[in-house]
């Protein structure tokens, strides 16, 4: 077991680089906190089944929201993973100044804890995409993007979450005696267990707010030669999603 997480920054790094190390880790971290609230943002929005609870036409808002997280998320992890030169602080040449500046009796321990956190093959290949993505489209528009000459690259959310992980820990890689969290404090699983309704997030509440007042959910009382037409084209899963966002709001099965 090693001893390296354990010291402070200035028992680790040459005295020199101290300064340079705690802005940058101030930086990565905040940036890193912004990312993890966009995906949190994403994860419910795309777990929210807006098909059975909102009609059509409905939920225009909720799709730029996710656009919105969705590109912003992927500017900061391109931004901090793939972006090329010496004037960029990005993490991979930070994470190359804090090798340089690791005494000498702790090096080999940090190369093993860099190891773990290395890039895989896979990793690279998702950053290549949003990298491509970034400078087709989001960043800026190719001309063989608008004119339809260039196959826009696709980045899946799974993907985007993956790159998040995977940055989060090459960055903790380097974290010293510090127990950073990564999300906002109401978005972090750490501050919610064991607390009750009123500790849920702003999106989970204002989600909940949308499924209460959806007159979907009531079609079943107000509208039932409606509501059976519509039950019969949903599959089981549906069907139970419906369900139990019924009983949440103290509706009978339906």
């Known amino acids: 077991m090693g001893i390296l997480h354990t010291l402070n920054p200035d028992e680790v790094l ?8 705690s802005a940058g880790m101030q930086f990565f971290h905040l940036q890193l906190v912004h990312l993890s609230a966009n995906v949190f943002i994403l994860d419910h929005v795309l777990a929210f089944p807006f098909r059975l609870l909102v009609p059509s036409g409905r939920s225009l808002f909720f799709r730029f929201v996710f656009e919105n997280a969705f590109y912003a ?10 972006d090329q030169g010496s004037e960029f ?9 804090v090798r340089q500046a690791i005494k000498s009796e702790y090096r080999s321990e940090f190369n093993d804890l860099l190891r773990k956190a290395k890039f895989n093959k896979n990793m690279k290949g998702m950053l290549q995409k949003a990298a491509n993505l970034r400078s087709m489209r989001v960043a800026h528009s190719t001309e063989d993007f608008v004119l339809g000459n260039a196959e826009e690259p696709l980045v899946r959310f799974g993907e985007l979450k993956s790159m998040r992980e995977r940055l989060v820990e090459l960055f903790q ?6 127990d950073h969290v990564m999300e906002p404090l109401q978005y972090s699983a750490r501050f919610q267990v064991g607390r009750g309704r009123s500790s849920k997030s702003d999106i ?50 339906a």
Not at 89 to 97: C, E, G, Q
Not at 213 to 219: D, K, T, V
């Open 89 to 97: 602080f990005t993490l991979p040449r930070f994470k190359n100044k």
């Open 73 to 82: 998320s992927l500017l900061i992890i391109t931004r901090l993973a793939t």
């Open 173 to 178: 890689a380097f974290t010293f005696n510090v």
């Open 204 to 253: 989970e509440e204002l989600l909940d707010l949308i499924a209460g007042n959806s007159p979907e959910l009531h079609l079943p009382e107000r509208e039932p030669d409606r509501w059976r037409a519509q039950r019969s084209i949903y599959v089981d899963r549906e069907l139970r999603m419906f369900n139990q966002y019924r009983q949440t709001f103290g509706l009978p099965e």
């Open 14 to 21: 040459v005295e020199e680089f101290t300064p340079e190390y």
